[in-house]
């Protein structure tokens, strides 16, 4: 059974999903290792004060403002810290991803191009992971007419199935 009462702490978020960019809360506490890439499968997330927006092409309007939603983890293509206590908690999470290689990702509708952050320099070693953090990251929805503009993040956990192609660029 789900607890819908909103946390004492939260972290301010913003989900990628394959047709969504939700802004919500994340429960500090209960769903700290949201945030963790090694040993970590992509799992529902529950998100508290969500608000969705249409990324790609849709034209269906997005549900308004929702209190708690669950994200499943089969849709979401990455997770976006916004506030300093999120993205300082998600790099201590991550510490061994420390070098920076430039690269473009392909997942799902989009291309994200930023500096992937690697434990030894290569991007290789991802073939077994689940996911991977971008700093400097720029995400941009490639489907036509899609209503996402280009979006700038400072630290993005890219934790998707839906991942095609990680490209090194100079």
């Not at 990702?105 to 290569?122: C, F, N, Q, T």
């Not at 720029?138 to 630290?155: S, V």
């Amino acid at each position: 059974m789900f607890n819908l009462e909103i946390p004492s702490v939260q972290w301010a978020i913003q989900v990628l999903t394959l047709d969504y960019l939700i802004d919500g809360s994340l429960d500090a506490e209960r769903d700290k290792n949201s945030f963790r890439l090694q040993g970590h499968d992509v799992s529902p997330l529950p998100l508290t004060s969500a608000r969705f927006r249409v990324a790609g092409a849709l034209s269906v309007s997005p549900p308004p403002a929702i209190p708690w939603v669950l994200i499943y983890g089969d849709q979401l293509v990455a997770i976006i810290p916004k506030d300093e206590a999120s993205q300082a908690a998600a790099r201590q999470m991550n510490a061994t991803f420390k070098v920076a290689v430039k690269a473009e990702v392909y997942a799902g509708p989009y291309v994200i191009r930023g500096e992937v952050l690697s434990p030894d320099g290569s991007l290789r070693v991802f073939e077994g992971y689940t996911g991977f953090p971008v700093q400097n990251a720029e995400i941009k929805c490639l489907i036509p007419g899609a209503q996402l503009g280009q979006l700038k993040a400072p630290y993005v956990l890219v934790m998707s199935r839906h991942k095609q192609a990680l490209v090194p660029i100079k």
